[in-house]
């Protein structure tokens, strides 16, 4: 094998060999092993999405319009909508702010084109439920017993909320919510998320009609974050409005009515000295230095392309990994850029 092939696992070469030995620990943001690490306290109680959420947290250091944003938000319980490129930092805010205030783990609702409101209030799932019925029919059982699927105690079972509505849940301290890339959405979500956002509260239509059969008029209904949480009389109604960041590419507008409910802060290209801290908190001192000529080609090619920060760490991460010799032709082919040539 050649010295500018050393650096290569897969040779294409149609032959089985044993190079996956010689392959490294991978970055730490695709490092499971690292995450629960950072994620488990002395009890191994807490879980390896809070690891990650910690590393997130530790990565982002706003600067002074930033810091009076998020404060105004907080202040006056308004979500707060972030836009700016791709890899600018704008979910990691979210992170970072429910890290610093101790308030959990991020619920995070990532938005696609198919998004409903629904999807993020909650689900029920009728058809499992018609499933366990038949299925416990033929073994002799009554289906409306206490606690049986189709008894008016079991419907919780089949009931679990989304990420918007598990944030809604009464607590004494708001949750962190993220709704990441609001602008994938189909054009009626975000209007239909006004009244969710402006009353904290929401209808479970289907605990509703039952609630007054219900021992207390309560039903357990699982979580999006994987608990159970009890709703009263069919209705969720928080008593700290959550701490809402809805995140934006720039890739539409959005209603006036919307706007006017948020608090919006703009994020713009990071600077080289906010890149060499966001290469530094994941890959070390070292990674920042050998890769700061990188940085500098990466802030070139922003001004007139649209690349994202995740780009830049790929490239200096596995030039530095694994040293290949065609460095700069390989940092070039991972830092694509993102929107189409003019």
Same mark, same amino acid.
Request: without cysteine; glycine residues 4%; hydrophobic residues 50%.
């Given at each position: 094998m050649t010295e500018s092939s050393e650096w290569?696992?897969?040779r294409g070469a149609g032959e089985p060999h044993d190079g996956l030995d010689r392959l490294p620990a991978p970055p730490p943001w695709r490092d499971f092993a690292s995450r629960d690490a950072a994620g488990a306290g002395a009890d191994g109680s807490e879980d390896r999405r809070l690891g990650a959420h910690r590393h997130l947290a530790e990565l982002h250091r706003p600067g002074a319009e930033e810091l009076e944003m998020i404060n105004a938000a907080l202040y006056l319980r308004r979500p707060l909508l972030v836009t700016g490129s791709p890899g600018a930092g704008k979910s990691t805010l979210a992170h970072s702010v429910a890290y610093e205030l101790g308030l959990g783990n991020v619920l995070r609702w990532p938005i696609v084109s198919r998004s409903t409101l629904q999807d993020g209030l909650y689900h029920y799932d009728a058809i499992a439920r018609l499933q366990d019925v038949q299925i416990a029919a033929p073994q002799g059982a009554?289906?409306? =017993? +206490?606690g049986a699927p189709g008894s008016v105690e079991g419907?919780?079972?089949y009931i679990r909320l989304g990420p918007l509505g598990t944030a809604l849940l009464p607590s004494d301290t708001p949750r962190v919510l993220l709704i990441d890339e609001l602008d994938k959405s189909d054009i009626d979500l975000p209007n239909d998320l006004l009244n969710v956002l402006e009353e904290g509260e929401f209808a479970i239509p289907e605990l509703e009609r039952v609630a007054d059969r219900l021992p207390g008029g309560e039903a357990e209904v699982l979580t999006a974050d994987g608990s159970k949480a009890r709703v009263r009389d069919g209705r969720v109604r928080c008593?700290?409005?959550p701490f809402v960041v809805l995140t934006s590419n720039g890739e539409r507008d959005f209603p =006036? +009515?919307?706007m006017r409910r948020c608090i919006h802060l703009e994020l713009g290209r990071p600077d080289h000295k906010r890149l060499a801290t966001f290469v530094r908190a994941h890959l070390g001192d070292e990674a920042a230095r050998a890769g700061d000529d990188?940085?500098?080609?990466f802030l070139e090619r922003s001004r007139s392309e649209l690349v994202a920060a995740d780009q830049l760490l790929n490239a200096i991460y596995?030039?530095?990994?694994?040293a290949p010799p065609s460095r700069d032709r390989l940092a070039d082919l991972l830092i694509q850029r993102l929107?189409?040539?003019r």
């Open positions: 290569l696992i897969y009554d289906p409306a =017993a +206490p419907i919780g079972s008593r700290a409005f =006036a +009515p919307l990188l940085i500098t080609h596995l030039t530095d990994a694994a929107d189409r040539p």
